[in-house]
């Protein structure tokens, strides 16, 4: 679904079209006052089911990308504002899509990205609700409730623990808040990829765990390396100095298909097939002790190309790209190499893939080197509480079972508001989708649990009388 007769309005105290998008003029800096700039936040509005004497306002706090991207993917939200009287609005965060602080130079130089920051983009949204709350007629009452997936999931937990003031509650979807230093094994992320494949299919994660010797062996020679590049149909030849990169894209490949392991078809990341992990794994049945790396490596391009290539129409397989160009990858390194250090490690033996340890050490170099700057490793632990947020109220923390990310995630109810919803069958923020014929009954719950808390967290604002 796309969103509807989208247009912009003007400035000043206004009643709301249905659907708008309009711009915030934000402060570059919140926190300090040397760079007394602004730029102009996007925003995306629509109050066709809002009732305007304080109806509840569910706010998506954007992610890494273009806001309209995450607006079209959470459906949920349009699925329930009729019944919940709700405005919807999805802010964009900063540095993504068109709210780039500094224009066309915003990602010319560090000194430029340097306000890439969560805590920044916190700040926008606070800012954000209270000028909407000012100037939109009705909504000086209106509660409002933080929703966001993956890292706009971690963000509207954090709104919520860091404005309480602004946000009545928060539902933080397939949200690794805890995927930080010293929280969480490194490697129950790559266990739970493996899990995937292992429930998805006869062999598939044994194969898959072999493919990479395979790779080794075929790409030894020139002859192989040719061939391989021929049997997935890559766009650029492969080099002996490409076989690292080569394995990198493969494995985000499988990762990637575990985090969007949907029960129908959806074009989240890629254009794909329903439960896409169960289509991959037909390609991949071989009996493990018989067959030849070049039938193993067939299968493997097989099953990426249910991936890279499920409508046909992709002439040849880009191994630089593993991902919608939605999302804004450049600003997403910069931020992992800041404040979003989330360690990875593989042992070759619990999951599929080839052993690698997790070197902060090394991480560290590879920021200085593509950005200048340094990790700081325990800042989001700081920041942000860590595994201590007992002290919070009215977040939920929902986690699909089959996604990689629910390894940091909160998989258990922390008090009594702040709770956590388990959808044993579900992938990437999932419950956040729009209904589908073919939503497994855990969603459903889940969705109904989480509407249930809004109302509970509507009617408690209400008694209170929280000012805008």
């Known amino acids: 679904m796309q969103l509807p007769k989208l247009r912009r309005r003007g400035d000043g105290p206004f009643p709301l079209s249905p659907s708008v998008v309009d711009y915030s003029v934000t ?28 109806g509840p306002i569910l706010f998506y706090t954007g992610n890494e990308g273009d806001i309209t991207w995450f607006c079209n993917n959470t459906g949920f939200m349009w699925d329930v504002a009729e019944d919940l ?78 404005y309480p003031n602004v946000v009545v509650g928060a539902l933080a979807a397939s949200a690794p808040i805890w995927q930080f230093p010293d929280m969480v094994p490194c490697g129950d992320f790559y266990k739970i ?87 991959v794994c037909k390609h991949l049945s071989f009996d493990p002790s018989s067959v030849s790396d070049y039938q193993l490596l067939g299968g493997i391009s097989e099953a990426a190309r249910v991936y890279y290539n499920y409508t046909g129409n992709c002439p040849c397989l880009n191994t630089s790209s593993t991902a919608t160009g939605n999302l804004g990858f450049i600003g997403w390194y910069y931020q992992a190499c800041t404040e979003m250090v989330m360690p990875l490690c593989t042992d070759g033996v619990q999951d599929m893939f080839e052993p690698q340890d997790w070197n902060f050490q090394a991480f560290s170099d590879e920021c200085n080197s593509l950005f200048g700057v340094r990790p700081r490793a325990d800042w989001a632990a700081t920041v942000y509480g860590g595994l201590d947020i007992a002290s919070h ?32 069958d579900g992938a990437h923020h999932l419950d956040l989708r729009y209904n589908n014929e073919y939503d497994p009954h855990t969603v459903l719950s889940a969705r109904i649990q989480e509407v249930e808390y809004f109302k509970l967290w509507i009617t408690q604002a209400r008694k209170l009388q929280i000012p805008g």
């Open 27 to 54: 402060p570059i800096d919140h926190f300090g006052f040397l760079e007394d700039g602004t730029f102009k936040q996007r925003y995306l509005v629509n109050n066709e089911h809002w009732d305007q004497k304080g």
């Open 85 to 162: 009287g709700a405005m919807l609005v999805f802010a964009e965060h900063r540095y993504y899509g068109e709210s780039l602080p500094f224009g066309q130079d915003s990602y010319s130089d560090t000194k430029h990205l340097n306000y890439l920051t969560s805590e920044q983009a916190l700040a926008d949204f606070s800012v954000l609700i209270r000028e909407l709350k000012r100037k939109v007629l009705g909504a000086q009452e209106s509660p409002v409730i933080a929703i966001g997936g993956s890292y706009g999931g971690m963000l509207s937990a954090w709104l919520r623990m860091k």
């Open 393 to 424: 109220s009215n977040i939920i923390f929902s986690n699909g079972g089959l996604d990689p990310w629910s390894s940091g995630g909160v998989t258990r109810n922390i008090s009594d508001s702040v709770v956590a919803i388990v959808i044993p």
């Open 193 to 279: 990829v493996t899990q995937d494949f292992a429930r998805s299919g006869l062999n598939c994660d044994i194969n898959i765990r072999r493919s990479w010797k395979a790779i080794d062996n075929i790409t030894a020679t020139d002859d192989g390396l040719q061939w391989l590049s021929g049997e997935f149909s890559l766009c650029s030849p492969l080099k002996k100095t490409d076989l690292d990169g080569f394995k990198a894209w493969l494995q985000e490949t499988w990762v990637n298909l575990a985090m969007v392991d949907y029960p129908y078809e959806a074009n989240f990341l890629q254009p794909l097939p329903r439960w896409p992990i169960q289509v």
